[in-house]
């Protein structure tokens, strides 16, 4: 019989991506492969290979632009309620990557409960030319990419939905057949766009981040000079911000665990 105190040998992968998250967890600003490596100890081919599986799984966030890494949404989903850092420091890679991989700007957008959307990020793509939208900037909830995507979730009544929609500001209106039809869309594939409707000449493309309630808490869109981006270009964006959007839901509002007495039961 095997002495019970006997050591049990540690998995060196494992100890080394423990490592690398808990030095990631205490580095002051994001960190390269070389400092990463050189500061704990492992090998920097070791030390890429493991950055690289952890980036792929979002317990890492590989930034595009310096070549550094800092904690993922994974962490924030595994730690749920025991870490202090803010939710768009948690979202702020996710709307880096995606402006990067589709270079255009990606507006973060917060739902207020006073019936409106205030941009609180954004980040560039590389276009010489290119929009902007100022942080602080605010819009009625219901109108644009974002509102059609906020409409889809409150599931407001139609006459309710309609009433709403007369108050709308847009410089090229759609007309409420075509916006009603766009809502059910966006419920039905998880984003949406807007074509020159909310500003002539901008394209803009939109998914929700929701709450356990299912209650829209943040929109992130894409917003584009019209023509900028093919039509399967948009709809490649438009397919990873749901699933952006999803993960964020997921990582920021986890459902409740049933207690385990339920779970007995």
């Known amino acids: 019989m095997a002495d019970a105190t006997e050591k049990h040998k540690d998995v060196g992968a494992v100890v080394h991506a423990l490592r690398i998250l808990q030095h990631l967890a205490d580095a002051p600003g994001p960190l390269g492969v070389a400092a990463v490596a050189r500061e704990t100890g492992i090998s920097p081919s070791t030390c890429f290979s493991i950055l690289r599986t952890m980036a792929r799984a979002r317990f890492v966030s590989f930034h595009e632009t310096d ?48 019936g409106h959307i205030v941009v609180i990020d954004r980040a560039y793509g590389e276009h010489v030319v290119r929009v902007d939208m100022r942080v602080g900037s605010r819009l009625p909830f219901l109108i644009g990419a974002v509102g059609r995507c906020v409409a889809a979730h409150l599931a407001l009544p139609p006459a309710e939905l309609r009433r709403r929609f007369t108050t709308l500001r847009w410089q090229n209106p759609p007309s409420y057949e075509q916006y009603e039809a766009e809502v059910a869309e966006a419920g039905r594939r998880g984003w949406t766009k807007d074509v020159g409707y909310l500003y002539r000449g901008i394209t803009t493309v939109a998914s929700a981040v929701v709450d356990q309630a299912g209650t829209p808490r943040f929109g992130i869109s894409g917003i584009a000079i019209q023509g900028q981006q093919t039509p399967e270009q948009i709809d490649r964006l438009g397919e990873e911000l749901r699933d952006v959007a999803t993960y964020l839901s997921r990582a920021l509002f986890p459902q409740r665990q049933p207690a385990l007495s339920a779970i007995a039961s």
Do not use: C, F, Q
Request: proline share 2%; no cysteine.
């Open 67 to 114: 070549k550094t890494y800092t904690l993922g949404l994974a962490v924030a989903e595994l730690a749920t309620g025991l870490i202090g850092t803010s939710y768009l420091d948690l979202i702020r890679p996710e709307i880096e990557r995606l402006a990067l991989n589709h270079n255009m700007l990606i507006a973060l957008w917060r739902v207020t409960e006073d």
